[in-house]
């Protein structure tokens, strides 16, 4: 069992930035990769970043490549998403998840474990 808490949204200007975080509960969380998911309203749910359990190889979906940074703490079973220049369209619920496998999925309805989420809003 894997419990997942985010942390770290609100609101910002368009441009400015802001640091999600996601801690995890269990022993197993270093063998696992973490995702990052969000979902705006009225959209579905999508994919926006992924790191291997060693923190070595990530993944980002096209629209926030070079501007997001996913980022893990395997001592402090955390897990981070550093988002710069944010946008108007950046606005949505962000979720941290796991699919409890070592290399990343990047598919939603591969997940296994989600946290809550935590509430991003950016204004123009």
């Known amino acids: 069992q894997v419990l997942l808490v985010e942390s770290g949204g609100g609101l910002v200007q368009a441009g400015g930035s802001l640091r999600l975080s996601c801690a995890a509960s269990g022993r197993t969380f270093s063998s696992y990769a973490m995702e990052w998911f969000r979902q705006a309203p009225g959209k579905e749910r999508e994919f926006v970043a992924a790191?291997?359990?060693?923190?070595?190889?990530?993944y980002y979906t096209g629209s926030v490549k070079g501007r997001f940074t996913i980022s893990r703490d395997n001592a402090k079973n955390m897990v981070y998403l550093q988002m710069n220049s944010l946008k108007p369209e950046d606005t949505a619920v962000y979720y941290c998840?796991?699919?409890?496998?070592?290399?990343?999925?990047?598919?939603?309805?591969?997940?296994?474990?989600w946290g809550k989420g935590t509430l991003v809003t950016v204004s123009s």
């Open positions: 998840a796991t699919a409890a496998r070592s290399d990343y999925v990047s598919s939603w309805d591969g997940m296994n474990y």
């Open positions: 790191i291997n359990w060693s923190g070595v190889n990530t």
